[in-house]
């Protein structure tokens, strides 16, 4: 079956940049999406399409693609985005949508 | 505003079947399909089934496939998720989320299944 692969954790101080990854064979046809899951509450899209903010999300998240990989960058990262993120996309022929693992952010 | 409100989740023993339901407003529900995702405790999220707007395709996950079945009643804005031979490791909570505008932007607060003997 198709997989999303992420690193498990990230961490970085506040006002550096985050960089979180995802890779996936059916990443150079299929569209990436991410998104935010703050400890018990529901998860949040942050990017979809790659590349695109959705109204209400704050400038710092920008999404990238290349080749196989897809990247989450939250540029000068506050304590508010300590949370998980998944990135998530469909298998080649979209048969069924997948998540990756999770990648744990933490602000230290 | 959009809203989904799942309900029909509880506490069951392994090889028992469970239903859920997801009602929803705020939208043109003939128009859209719905999906079922869930968490595990502890754990990311596992996309579970699609049901298309007219209730004429269908998909599910590897991991339920043969097991669950989704259908809807577009007569009552509601989706259900009817799961047979529960497994322990079916213990999550299941999100009814819509796609709007793209995936997936509209999720209902959730329904928490518990198999365990």
């Known amino acids: 079956s198709y997989e999303l692969t992420q690193p498990p954790s990230v961490s970085v101080s506040p006002g550096q940049t985050a960089r979180i990854t995802c890779s996936g064979d059916?990443?150079?046809?299929?569209?990436a999406y991410w998104y935010q899951q703050r400890p018990g509450q529901t998860p949040v899209l942050v990017i979809y399409?790659?590349?695109e903010r959705p109204s209400g999300i704050p400038e710092r998240f920008s999404g990238s693609s290349s080749g196989t990989m897809v990247t989450l960058t939250i540029t000068g990262v506050q304590a508010e985005d300590e949370a998980d993120y998944y990135c998530?996309?469909?298998?080649?022929?979209?048969?069924?949508?997948?998540f990756g693992g999770g990648t744990k952010l933490t602000v230290l | 505003q959009v809203q989904l409100v799942e309900s029909g989740g509880g506490v069951v023993q392994p090889g028992t079947s469970l239903r859920l339901s997801c009602l929803a407003s705020?939208?043109?529900?003939?128009?859209?399909?719905i999906h079922w995702i869930r968490q595990a405790p502890g754990k990311g999220l596992e996309w579970v089934a699609l049901?298309?707007?007219?209730?004429?395709?269908?998909l599910f996950a590897d991991s339920v496939k043969g097991r669950f079945t989704i259908s809807r009643d577009n007569s009552k804005n509601t989706v259900y998720l009817q799961m047979n031979s529960l497994r322990v490791d079916d213990t999550a909570i299941y999100y009814c989320?819509?796609?709007?505008?793209?995936?997936?932007?509209?999720w209902g607060q959730g329904a928490q299944v518990t198999v365990s003997s």
């Open positions: 049901i298309s707007y007219d209730g004429s395709h269908k």
């Open positions: 998530q996309s469909a298998d080649y022929n979209a048969t069924c949508e997948v």
């Open positions: 989320v819509v796609v709007i505008t793209t995936k997936f932007d509209y």
């Open positions: 059916a990443l150079p046809k299929q569209y």
């Open positions: 705020g939208f043109s529900f003939i128009d859209h399909g």
């Open positions: 399409k790659d590349s």
